[in-house]
């Protein structure tokens, strides 16, 4: 049989979102069933059109009374969920999956609970890409807890979760910034309903989370820490709540600009178990350093949450993506551009075309960044800066075109990449352009030649061009040693020694390492160790 999916929702006044959302998830699911909880706009009126237009889909509206219960009219909706998978969607958010993929992926794997990647777009600034919350799980013996922040149990316990690939499903959250206007909003409500859970059930532990959580969404970072000391003093059995707790009670400290005990602080979450070894740790110390100014130590701060993610040291399994990687590698870029160093070029460009960064995260401060440089704001001794910028804004280096797979360069590509490099050895770069120049007439965007533009462009000194071309091949090829091995030489040829590093580590480590290269590679990685406190590797 093949597997069936359930969409399951709650909404109310959503007249605005729910004909995208429905239309994006139709292809995916078999069964929808939506709990309208007192809508007075024509969101009923819409779904009531789906279930006309969509009879396969078995579209189920339900009319609730809200009972300031979250978790109740979730239940509400999988009651009746007769699929064999559940799909959790509100109402501004839109679904981008392969049906065909994602069904197969979910029928073949051991699990019940999967998170799908959210990608929140706000009016500013760079999409925010959350993987905290399950979206997607069996339907079986699993129901939701908690009248407010409302969490999956199941078997009376929290169900173990895996992150989907983005690439099989992601949700395209579209009203993020009005959720958080909502959320303050709704806190003075939420905080009645609270203190009314605290004095039925005083000593569970969640409660006194969710009212330091409420307080934070007002901005009452000083009750906050008041609710997480006490929930401190409470029997806590949630390993992602006691995480997250600890990361709020750092926020916190930060926000109330009380740096020499977020120091201390984290300083003692370091030395706990749970938190050993996480990217996210250290990224928040980085932050704490930032704030006082002291960017030494929030360099050293974040490279220690880059070795966390270059080793696969953090085990928690609910790090955010990207902290331990392109995440963290921006936010040194941004600190470069703060002190209008040009080393925030190549962080930026590293982030923002890292081949984890699916979505281009960080592109928009970057070009804020760059629009300083032209400005004359900061420094203007970058080499043919304009044009390196013209190109690193196209998204086409993104797009393959395929539409000459089966042309005589395509069947001969080894064969004429071979050539490019035999003529780049040879100091005959116009021969090598030439070929290049001819390949990418033909075949538009042709990744297979990054590695070799980035080499001709760094012979030319054109360390810009050297750094994107790096970074897409690594990008494209991640099996390319020489991809690696380039970056590595790059950033010890431009002084970015601490980059070096990452890369002769991943360059000594690479399956595909030459014997030749394997000792130089080592002597590069004690180089950089004995230099370095923070470069803790094996």
């Known amino acids: 049989m093949p597997t069936t999916i359930s969409l399951c929702m709650i909404v109310k006044n959503e007249e605005k979102h729910i004909e995208k959302c429905l239309s994006s998830a139709m292809p995916l699911v078999d069964e929808v069933i939506i709990v309208d909880t007192g809508s007075t706009d024509n969101t009923m009126e819409i779904i009531q059109s789906f279930q006309i237009d969509f009879p396969d889909n078995n579209i189920h509206l339900i009319e609730s009374v809200w009972e300031n219960d979250f978790a109740k009219a979730r239940n509400l909706s999988l009651k009746d969920a007769s699929s064999d998978w559940i799909l959790i969607l509100d109402a501004d958010e839109i679904m981008e999956c392969n049906s065909v993929l994602l069904k197969k992926y979910i029928e073949q794997i051991d699990q019940d609970v999967f998170i799908v990647p959210i990608l929140n777009y706000s009016s500013e600034g760079a999409p925010v890409l959350s993987t905290v919350m399950p979206r997607l799980f069996k339907n079986k013996n699993i129901k939701y807890e908690g009248s407010i922040h409302e969490h999956l149990v199941k078997d009376g316990k929290d169900p173990a979760s895996v992150v989907l690939d983005g690439n099989l499903a992601l949700i395209h959250h579209v009203g993020y910034m009005q959720d958080v206007i909502k959320e303050k909003n709704k806190a003075k409500r939420n905080l009645k309903i609270i203190r009314k859970q ?65 120091d201390d602080y984290l300083s003692k979450l370091e030395h706990n178990p749970i938190f050993e070894n996480q990217a996210k740790l250290y ?132 064969s004429i990449l071979e050539t490019i490099n035999k003529s780049v ?48 091949a690594e990008r494209y090829f991640p099996n390319d040693f020489d991809a690696i091995y380039n970056l590595a030489f790059l950033y010890e040829n431009i002084e970015i020694p601490e980059m070096a590093a990452i890369y002769y580590y991943k360059a000594s480590r690479h399956e595909k390492c030459p014997l030749s290269e394997l000792e130089l590679m080592h002597e590069k990685v004690e180089e950089y160790r004995d230099k370095f406190d923070w470069f803790v590797v094996d």
């Not at 307080?215 to 003093?233: I, L, P």
């Not at 390196?388 to 042309?407: F, G, H, M, P």
């Not at 297979?448 to 071309?469: F, H, N, P, R, T």
Request: with cysteine; proline share 1%.
């Open 425 to 472: 050895e040879n100091g005959d770069l116009q021969t090598a352009k030439s070929i290049i120049e001819e390949c990418e007439n033909i075949l538009g965007n042709y990744p297979a030649i990054y590695g070799a533009k980035g080499v001709i462009a760094m012979i030319e000194q054109d360390m810009i061009q050297a750094s994107l071309y790096f970074v897409l």
């Open 198 to 262: 605290i004095q039925q059930e005083p000593t569970v532990a969640f409660h006194r989370y969710n009212l330091g959580k409420t307080y934070m969404q007002q901005g009452d970072y000083k009750k906050a820490m008041e609710a997480f000391v006490k929930w401190s003093n409470c029997e806590r059995s949630s390993f992602m709540e006691e995480m997250d707790a600890g990361y709020s009670v750092a926020i916190c400290l930060i926000k109330l600009k009380k740096y020499k005990d977020a």
């Open 283 to 414: 990224n928040l110390w980085a932050e704490v350093y930032e704030e006082q100014k002291k960017y030494k130590q929030a360099f050293e701060a974040h490279h220690r949450a880059l070795v966390c993610g270059l080793m696969g040291m953090d085990k928690s399994g609910v790090e955010d993506i990207g902290v331990g990687g392109y995440y963290t590698i921006l936010l040194m870029g941004l600190i470069y551009s703060e002190l209008g160093d040009d080393r925030a070029i190549h962080y930026f460009i590293n982030g923002i075309y890292n081949r984890d960064n699916q979505y281009l995260i960080g592109k928009q401060q970057f070009l804020e960044f760059v629009q300083d440089f032209r400005d004359g704001l900061y420094i203007e001794n970058v080499k043919n800066f304009n044009e390196a910028i013209a190109t690193i804004s196209n998204r086409d280096y993104l797009v393959v075109d395929e539409k000459n797979t089966d042309s005589e360069l395509v069947q001969n590509q080894q």
